[in-house]
């Protein structure tokens, strides 16, 4: 009798061990979808918008919306506002209410990959942080960071481990009997971190991992070895 509630004990601790984990996996993946939600609608009114700016406090984890931001014209210049809150004749005013919900929505949970995208404006002395807005095409926008360093690349492996995400190895079309050769990824520190980040954003929505990802078998490794069991191989979009 003891052993057979041992038994049951055990059974319904794995249960739910294994709800616990698919309720983050969807939890991250519906913060992902909340981001890309908002980023759209902020673009349909100012399709120059890349930040969302929000001041944070970090006792009670809540946000205030700042405004709407576009990128830098030069290394030396500050991030231009395109629309602050104070201004309420500008289109994105009526959803102002909105933006903010889904930012603190997005960033709720510690562990969001939302937080991937927030850094500090450190050019600014007041309490300003930046939450990138997602690209529109996420395959698109690794497929280019990627021929910035690798003109010929086809496809990357990928590992979608627990901490993010990270290019493996670079495929870079097929030699003339028809195979294919691997080359280590050579870019800067700052495309890295834009490489992982968008891969472990692909691995953590369904819906692209499915349309984008393929299983691959440890050859593909870089020393023909297995990472991770998630490892998986990413056909790039054809260049323009």
Not at 55 to 81: D, F, I, M
Request: net charge negative; with cysteine; hydrophobic share 40%.
């Amino acid at each position: 009798m003891t052993y057979a509630l041992s038994d049951q004990l055990d059974m319904l601790a794995h249960q739910r061990e294994d709800l616990d984990a698919e309720r983050r996996r969807i939890q991250k993946a519906y913060c992902l979808a909340v981001l890309d939600h908002i980023s759209a609608k902020v673009r349909r009114a100012c399709p120059e918008a890349h930040y969302i700016g929000f001041a944070y406090h970090g006792t009670t984890r809540e946000l205030g919306l700042l405004g709407v931001l576009g990128t830098e014209n030069s290394p030396l210049s500050g991030l231009p506002w395109l629309w602050e809150v104070s201004d309420e004749q500008h289109r994105l005013a009526e959803f102002a209410a909105e933006i903010e919900a889904d930012v603190q929505t997005a960033l709720e949970p510690f562990d969001s990959p939302a937080w991937a995208t927030v850094r500090r404006d450190s050019a600014s002395e007041g309490n300003l942080w930046l939450v990138e807005l997602p690209p529109p095409d996420r395959a698109t926008r690794i497929a280019e960071l990627v021929r910035e360093h690798h003109p010929q690349a086809t496809a990357v492996v990928v590992d979608g481990h627990s901490g993010g995400g990270r290019v493996i190895t670079v495929i870079e079309g097929s030699a003339g009997d028809g195979t294919k050769s691997h080359a280590q990824g050579r870019w800067t520190g700052k495309c890295d971190d834009a490489l992982a980040r968008l891969v472990a954003q692909v691995f953590a929505l369904p819906a692209l991992a499915d349309r984008h990802l393929v299983p691959t078998d440890s050859s593909h490794g870089p020393n023909g070895d297995t990472p991770s069991d998630r490892v998986r191989l990413m056909p790039l979009p054809p260049a323009p």
